[in-house]
């Protein structure tokens, strides 16, 4: 049930004069998309790269403004790419490498579901064909779905969120027109985000010659995937059945492990491991009012979990330093998120909503159908994402050029657990 072709992509609203004047970085975030790589990931990050949200951005190590009362960054840091940015309002706290393409195993399904995800209802039901599950790659990490058996939309994204079931992005892909339809779209999504490092080769993130990301790229589809409620609650589950079996999320800091704890505020996002990405991983946490993302790509230190021990320690310098310490670079928006008047919706991203869905059942120009939350699907140890009063909303184009802001629709909390 292949989704039907989605519509041209609204024209901005906003001249090319008025960002240059109003973003610090203008010139590279009107440049083209970046051509396909022609060969593996540099050794050391490149002495060029993007200066997409910021100049620094663009300069390879260590980006952080310090002065008196801004907590020294961590020291043991051994991360090839990381960012530390403000969910809400953009701002780069520091970052390292931000802009180094590199690849991304499979936090590139955050690319993978803000693309697809609102295209099918939760309660549609799919019956897999052996064609569905041809090129899920050797080894590659799979939630255990049968050729013949039948599965609810609903519980392919569980499979895709909690255990990053490369044969559930292959289903879902299926019923998206196929993969290559699938990769076309992702590339096409990445492109109205502005995150321009990404080239997109497999939509499940499995290692493939020239796909590459980069942390600040992932951060993006971050942020974009976490306007949508689904999204949200998908990447924020724990543990749900699937079929017979219960599953367990992947992402150390939510589920905890033996020597890493869970993270107090964290609601998701993907993490991703392959013997040629190494260990990568975004993350979103709320502490005191405030929403950070962090992205850390392929720590070198070879010990247990270690990609989660440095998101850690970057969450607790950024919620120290927030508000504090001055920027170094921002999140751009989307292209089409200046359009005027808009208002984010709980389920849909700002600068997606106006626009005709790619799909589901009520056919081209409906509405994404609201599929069923995926923490109603929790085993119950202390899930819950509690909308927070007072929604901000976005105030029109130049209001949000002048702002800079994106805000979330809501803002994710944590319970205690027991």
């Given at each position: 049930m292949p989704a039907p072709k989605k519509p041209g992509r609204r024209s901005l609203l906003v001249t090319s004069a008025t960002l240059l004047s109003l973003s610090v970085t203008a010139p590279a975030a009107l440049a083209a998309p970046a051509p396909?790589?022609?060969?593996?990931?540099?050794?050391?990050?490149?002495?060029?790269?993007?200066?997409?949200?910021?100049?620094?951005?663009?300069?390879?190590?260590?980006?952080?403004?310090?002065?008196?009362?801004?907590?020294?960054?961590?020291?043991?840091?051994?991360?090839r790419s990381w960012i530390v940015s403000d969910a809400e309002s953009g701002e780069v706290l520091a970052a390292h490498n931000a802009h180094w393409r590199l690849p991304p195993a499979s936090t590139l399904k955050m690319l993978f579901a803000d693309t697809v995800l609102p295209r099918?209802?939760?309660?549609?039901?799919?019956?897999?064909?052996?064609?569905?599950?041809?090129?899920?790659?050797?080894?590659?990490?799979?939630?255990?779905?049968?050729?013949?058996?039948?599965?609810?939309?609903?519980?392919?994204?569980?499979?895709?969120?909690?255990?990053?079931?490369?044969?559930?992005?292959?289903?879902?892909?299926s019923m998206n027109g196929g993969v290559r339809q699938t990769v076309e779209d992702?590339?096409?999504?990445a492109e109205e985000l502005q995150a321009l490092d990404t080239y997109v080769v497999s939509p499940d993130g499995?290692?493939?010659?020239?796909?590459?990301?980069?942390?600040?790229d992932l951060t993006l589809f971050a942020r974009s995937g976490l306007q949508k409620k689904d999204f949200r609650d998908y990447c924020s589950t724990v543990s749900a059945k699937f079929g017979s079996a219960e599953i367990r999320n992947t992402n150390r800091l939510?589920?905890?492990?033996?020597?890493?704890?869970?993270?107090?505020?964290?609601?998701?996002?993907?993490?991703?491991?392959?013997?040629?990405?190494?260990a990568t991983f975004t993350g979103v946490a709320e502490r005191g009012g405030k929403v950070l993302l962090v992205t850390v790509?392929?720590?070198?230190?070879?010990e247990h979990n270690e990609v989660y021990k440095e998101t850690a320690k970057l969450f607790d310098w950024g919620f120290q330093a927030v508000g504090k310490v001055k920027a170094v670079g921002e999140l751009v928006p989307p292209r089409s998120?200046?359009?005027?008047?808009?208002?984010?919706?709980?389920?849909?991203?700002?600068?997606?909503?106006?626009?005709?869905?790619?799909?589901?059942?009520?056919?081209?120009?409906?509405?994404?159908?609201?599929?069923?939350?995926?923490?109603?699907?929790?085993?119950g140890v202390g899930i819950a994402l509690a909308v927070v009063g007072g929604v901000l909303v976005?105030?029109?184009?130049?209001?949000?050029?002048?702002?800079?802001?994106?805000?979330?629709?809501?803002?994710?909390?944590?319970?205690?657990?027991?």
């Amino acid at each position: 049930m292949p989704a039907p072709k989605k519509p041209g992509r609204r024209s901005l609203l906003v001249t090319s004069a008025t960002l240059l004047s109003l973003s610090v970085t203008a010139p590279a975030a009107l440049a083209a998309p970046a051509p396909a790589p022609t060969t593996s990931p540099t050794a050391t990050p490149p002495a060029l790269m993007s200066t997409l949200g910021g100049a620094r951005l663009g300069q390879p190590g260590t980006q952080v403004n310090l002065a008196p009362g801004v907590p020294v960054l961590p020291k043991d840091l051994t991360a090839r790419s990381w960012i530390v940015s403000d969910a809400e309002s953009g701002e780069v706290l520091a970052a390292h490498n931000a802009h180094w393409r590199l690849p991304p195993a499979s936090t590139l399904k955050m690319l993978f579901a803000d693309t697809v995800l609102p295209r099918f209802p939760a309660s549609t039901r799919y019956k897999v064909a052996p064609s569905d599950l041809k090129g899920v790659g050797a080894g590659s990490s799979v939630v255990g779905i049968k050729e013949g058996g039948t599965y609810s939309v609903h519980d392919l994204w569980l499979g895709v969120f909690l255990r990053s079931g490369n044969d559930a992005v292959h289903v879902l892909s299926s019923m998206n027109g196929g993969v290559r339809q699938t990769v076309e779209d992702m590339q096409d999504h990445a492109e109205e985000l502005q995150a321009l490092d990404t080239y997109v080769v497999s939509p499940d993130g499995y290692d493939a010659p020239g796909q590459v990301s980069s942390a600040y790229d992932l951060t993006l589809f971050a942020r974009s995937g976490l306007q949508k409620k689904d999204f949200r609650d998908y990447c924020s589950t724990v543990s749900a059945k699937f079929g017979s079996a219960e599953i367990r999320n992947t992402n150390r800091l939510l589920s905890g492990d033996s020597d890493v704890p869970v993270y107090q505020g964290i609601a998701g996002v993907k993490n991703g491991n392959t013997s040629h990405a190494g260990a990568t991983f975004t993350g979103v946490a709320e502490r005191g009012g405030k929403v950070l993302l962090v992205t850390v790509m392929n720590p070198e230190k070879p010990e247990h979990n270690e990609v989660y021990k440095e998101t850690a320690k970057l969450f607790d310098w950024g919620f120290q330093a927030v508000g504090k310490v001055k920027a170094v670079g921002e999140l751009v928006p989307p292209r089409s998120a200046s359009s005027a008047t808009a208002q984010p919706d709980a389920g849909v991203s700002p600068g997606q909503g106006a626009q005709p869905s790619s799909g589901g059942t009520g056919g081209p120009g409906s509405k994404p159908a609201a599929s069923a939350t995926a923490g109603s699907a929790s085993s119950g140890v202390g899930i819950a994402l509690a909308v927070v009063g007072g929604v901000l909303v976005l105030l029109g184009g130049g209001a949000f050029l002048v702002n800079r802001r994106w805000p979330l629709p809501d803002l994710m909390r944590r319970r205690t657990r027991p």
